[in-house]
């Protein structure tokens, strides 16, 4: 990292006592430019500290897995500025690009992306084959991963034998499995049943009280209040970005423990 980085990100840090992570300007994403041409990000402005729950909601369509890529260094925008922890990411090339996901960002997508031949273990472990990290240190960090989304009794099962909500807390444990600080999450919600969702739901909260910054990307209202910030998208634009009273929270977990005493009741 050459000096004039070091002295960016020390600049850009600060934001009030809050640590600004996720730094962007005017970013716009063009598919297919000349022909055809989509402008799915069309000049969005985005500041996101660590720490921080967020959500970005939009309609199928308006940008949002788009600017998922962008935020997890997926793929790059066509022109504006991303500073992560105030380095310019745009600078990179793909290797640098990759060391940043693998040391910074869990990601969990709506299909879930496991290995359908192997176990949840091995589903675990793979990534952390690739990234050179030894084979007793995998599995240690594998075990623990899954039995922090409570599936330490599924090990040894496969996908097709796990439903879809045990599937989806595989592929958490797969995210979280070297503790980044940061989780993006697009609909990973979206093929769930209700219950499997609010697990999924609480599993992230737990991840943001710990201290991490999670950034969920849906298309659901619901879904969407139980971030501490919402963040709408339409049409490749940030529409709204608004703040929210955490007792939206509270009352769905009273709710549901009431749910449950009314079930011990029955
Ligand atoms: P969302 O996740 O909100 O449904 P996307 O970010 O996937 O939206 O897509 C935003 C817009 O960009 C849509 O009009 C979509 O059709 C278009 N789009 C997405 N990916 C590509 C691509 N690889 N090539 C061309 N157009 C794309
Ligand atoms: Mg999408």
Do not use: W
């Amino acid at each position: 990292m050459g000096s004039d980085k070091v002295l960016e990100r020390s600049e850009a840090l600060e934001k009030g006592s809050e640590k600004v992570l996720i730094q962007i300007e005017d970013m716009r994403k063009i598919y297919n430019p000349g022909e055809n041409e989509v402008h799915a990000l069309d000049g969005v402005d985005l500041t996101i500290c660590e720490r921080e729950f967020v959500a970005i909601i939009g309609h199928s369509g308006s940008g949002k897995s788009t600017l998922m890529n962008m935020l997890g260094c997926l793929d790059v925008p066509t022109t504006g500025t991303y500073l992560l922890h105030g380095i310019d990411v745009s600078d990179m090339d793909d290797d640098e690009l990759s060391d940043v996901r693998n040391r910074e960002i869990g990601f969990i997508f709506q299909g879930f992306n496991l290995i359908q031949n192997l176990t949840a273990v091995e589903n675990v472990t793979l990534p952390l084959i690739y990234r050179g990290v030894g084979k007793k240190e995998r599995e240690e960090l594998a075990l623990r991963a899954l039995e922090k989304v409570g599936l330490s009794h599924r090990l040894d099962h496969k996908p097709a034998q796990m439903s879809g909500g045990q599937q989806q807390r595989v592929a958490i444990a797969r995210a979280i499995a070297q503790a980044p600080p940061i989780i993006l999450a697009d609909e990973p919600t979206g093929n769930l049943d209700s219950n499997s969702t609010m697990e999924i739901l609480q599993i992230l909260r737990e991840l943001h009280s710990e201290g991490r910054t999670v950034i969920l990307i849906t298309h659901d209202n619901e879904i969407a209040e139980q971030a501490d910030r919402v963040i709408k998208i339409r049409d490749g634009k940030i529409v709204s970005d608004t703040r929210q009273d955490r007792m939206v929270s509270h009352d769905l977990e009273i709710n549901q423990e009431k749910g449950m005493e009314d079930e011990k009741n029955e």
